[in-house]
């Protein structure tokens, strides 16, 4: 074979092994990119408490304590109670009652009881408050120098007071601590044309206002229930405002 020949074979051949090379390589696999994927944002759970809860308006709570007559509220109470009086201090007590006022707002209110009439007391201003009966104004007689008169115009309720029974010279119920007063502007003391306190006139026809008692409403029931009497009961003088355990 000549030289000129020989050359142009290699080149055929050369070629042919550059062609099958490319067509390998086209038909080889090409890499495939690893997709890139976004987490997605997790929200932290909110904390308990996170946000405001609704308020929620709790009834009324009424609340009560009975407790011994200390030496300080002894000298509050010179102006009822000295030195013969038919129960020594030792025997009485003071208790405080959550009441309902006529304007709708709920004080503390005090009384001065016997021992013995301290728990009937709480169970009796505990059922009134629950009933929604209202009180003008419960404090010791005390703040009244221990007038009888000047207590009932302010239509104040109290119990204790070392005092003769009206009209009489007899202990009063009130001196033993087994008797209370209850709103007697709207539940008067009346005795023929006598009404006492005169504030208390416009209600000795009983009208069906707030505080006034009649026979057998939830104020009656609830003296009742402990054994207390009403002297809107009785005959001749009546006592509106008037409950004792002796029925006096």
Wanted: with cysteine; hydrophobic share 40%.
């Amino acid at each position: 074979m000549g030289r000129g020949v020989r050359a142009v074979v290699i080149m055929i051949v050369v070629a042919l092994l550059s062609g099958c090379a490319s067509s390998e390589a086209s038909r080889a696999p090409r890499p495939t990119a690893t997709p890139t994927t976004t987490p997605t944002p997790v929200t932290a759970p909110s904390a308990p408490g996170a946000t405001d809860d609704p308020v929620v308006a709790l009834p009324p709570a009424f609340t009560s304590a009975i407790s011994l007559i200390t030496p300080e509220l002894a000298a509050r109470m010179e102006p009822s109670w000295r030195p013969g009086c038919p129960v020594p201090l030792e025997d009485l007590r003071y208790v405080t009652v959550t009441h309902r006022g006529f304007d709708g707002v709920d004080r503390q209110g005090e009384l001065v009881v016997h021992a013995d009439a301290a728990e009937a007391m709480v169970t009796v201003f505990g059922a009134l408050f629950e009933a929604g009966y209202p009180v003008r104004s419960m404090r010791l007689v005390d703040d009244f120098g221990a007038s009888d008169d000047e207590s009932m115009a302010a239509d104040n309720t109290s119990a204790f007071n070392c005092r003769a029974i009206t009209g009489g010279t007899g202990w009063s119920e009130h001196a033993y601590g087994r008797a209370i007063d209850l709103n007697p502007v709207e539940n008067p003391y009346v005795r023929g044309s006598s009404v006492a306190p005169t504030e208390g006139r416009a209600f000795a026809d009983r009208p069906d206002s707030p505080g006034v008692i009649h026979d057998g409403d939830e104020v009656v029931r609830a003296f009742a229930s402990v054994g207390w009497l009403w002297g809107g009961d009785w005959e001749s003088p009546i006592d509106y405002q008037h409950f004792s355990t002796s029925g006096r």
